[in-house]
């Protein structure tokens, strides 16, 4: 059974830092990512990063946000600086299945919130 367990949400003031983190179990993961959603907003893709390291980001977060990875941990982690009211949201881990290609799994989601 493939679980993804997050941590690591909280609130902070605008300009703060925050780590999220997310621990994978049950199969051999590929791409790894962090999506958010935002009230009244569909969820996007934050940023994603293959096994090998490879990382892309969505153009609002780059040069604030790093993604990295633990491959023997099967975890990934979103650090988040100079972070604005506009990144308030809930934040979702994703992965994908290295076995059974086609099947996706998300985390339950963690609360990021920013105050001006």
């Known amino acids: 059974q493939v679980q993804l367990v997050e941590s690591g949400g909280g609130s902070v003031q605008s300009g703060g830092s925050l780590r999220l983190s997310c621990v994978a179990s049950?199969?051999?993961?590929?791409?790894m990512a962090w999506y958010r959603q935002a009230p009244g907003k569909q969820r996007e893709l934050v940023a994603d990063?293959?096994?090998?390291?490879?990382?892309n980001y969505t153009d609002s977060v780059k040069g604030r946000f790093t993604i990295s990875r633990d491959n023997a941990k099967d975890a990934v982690y979103l650090e988040m600086s100079s972070l604005e009211p506009e990144d308030t949201a809930v934040y979702f881990c994703?992965?994908?299945?290295?076995?059974?290609?086609?099947?996706?799994?998300w985390g339950q989601g963690t609360q990021v919130t920013v105050s001006s």
């Open positions: 049950g199969s051999i993961f590929s791409t």
């Open positions: 994703y992965a994908a299945d290295g076995i059974s290609l086609g099947r996706n799994y």
């Open positions: 990063i293959t096994r090998r390291g490879r990382t």
